[in-house]
């Protein structure tokens, strides 16, 4: 949720830095913030259908597992009607929008079609025979789309009015669309490590049970972090050609960091503790400094966004919590001198 809401702040910011697009989608702006909601309604509508949907294939799976399952719980009439209900609201909600013309930025039909690409790969995610989440690398490519890729393209083909119609905009969409991938990929991974012995008595055919959970923490970290941190910085630059200031978060974020993971004792590390630090961290960036600093400078373009940066940071405090503790985690890394 943070992430989509950053993107959507990012969204808006695009028209307060761009004074021709300013003056056109201004006295729409109210509109778009009332509407949101509905937009929030159908995504996370369509999510719940998605979590739901995938509990009710996994019945027996995990059965096997051993794994608690709420869908299993119910009666077979009620697990039907508790699917198809977040997915009656997702898909009314998006067609009232659709109706209503309230995506015209872009053509309709693009984000439409990417709508429609959510439901379909979070069915043939889970469904038999299709059960893509049996299918190893394909699974991992599909939980990334859907849960990473996916949900910020729609944002962004819902609520972006493009600064610059020419090199600018497709590079900026092309890079993102790479960061969420192998953000999406290095996630699922992680997941799938995590859960590996449960998938394993599930009979899932995971990457991770295919290749082992070493190689996996090994191409995380040799391959799949240093391609997202080129991405992520790659990107940077190219909003930083429109938005200067937003190549601040990104600064903070790896000094940041840099401090709190002693940087400085990567080189002589123990092996097998340093193939667990660099983790989930990244995230950190996309759901907590990105919205929370995006928020913020347009905040400083419009002051009254500074209502909304404080709601925001009440309703998803973590940013804050996590960066408290990142600050007691740096000072206790500073201690002794040998901690130098």
Avoid at 33 to 56: K, P
Avoid at 59 to 81: C, H, T, W
Avoid at 303 to 327: A, G, M, T
Wanted: include cysteine; charge should be positive.
């Amino acid at each position: 949720m943070p992430q989509v809401l950053g993107w959507i702040y990012f969204s808006f910011l695009t028209y307060f830095v761009n004074v021709k697009y300013y003056r056109y989608i201004y006295p729409y702006a109210k509109f778009y913030v009332a509407r949101g909601g509905i937009f929030f309604l159908a995504l996370i509508s369509i999510a719940a259908f998605g979590y739901l949907f995938n509990d009710l294939c996994d019945i027996e799976s995990d059965y096997l597992a051993g794994k608690r399952n709420r869908m299993a719980q119910l009666k077979k009439p009620y697990r039907f009607v508790a699917v198809a209900i977040p997915f009656l609201l997702g898909s009314a909600a998006w067609v009232w929008m659709s109706y209503m013309n309230w995506v015209f930025v872009l053509p309709v039909a693009i984000p439409i079609i990417l709508f429609i690409a959510q439901l379909l790969a979070l069915v043939l995610y889970s469904l038999k025979p299709f059960r893509v989440k049996d299918r190893a690398e394909l699974g991992v490519i599909f939980d990334a789309f859907y849960g990473h890729l996916n949900p910020v393209l729609i944002t962004l083909f819902v609520f972006i009015v493009c600064p610059d119609s020419g090199i600018w905009y497709n590079s900026f969409m092309v890079i993102l669309s790479v960061v969420c991938l192998i953000k999406g990929v290095r996630n699922i991974l992680l997941h799938q490590i995590e859960d590996r012995k449960r998938d394993n008595s599930s009979k899932i055919n995971t990457v991770v049970l295919k290749y082992g959970p070493w190689r996996v923490i090994n191409f995380i970290n040799h391959y799949l972090f240093p391609a997202e941190v080129f991405f992520l910085v790659c990107l940077t630059v190219v909003i930083g050609v429109h938005i200067p200031p937003m190549f601040i978060p990104l600064i903070l974020f790896a000094i940041v960091s840099y401090l709190k993971l002693s940087g400085w004792k990567v080189g002589y590390a123990d092996r097998r503790l340093l193939e667990f630090k660099f983790t989930y961290f990244m995230n950190d960036y996309y759901e907590g400094w990105f919205p929370a600093f995006t928020l913020t400078v347009l905040s400083v373009y419009r002051h009254e966004f500074v209502f909304l940066l404080i709601l925001h940071l009440l309703f998803f405090p973590r940013f804050i919590i996590n960066l408290v503790k990142d600050i007691k985690k740096i000072r206790e890394n500073f201690k002794t001198e040998e901690d130098y």
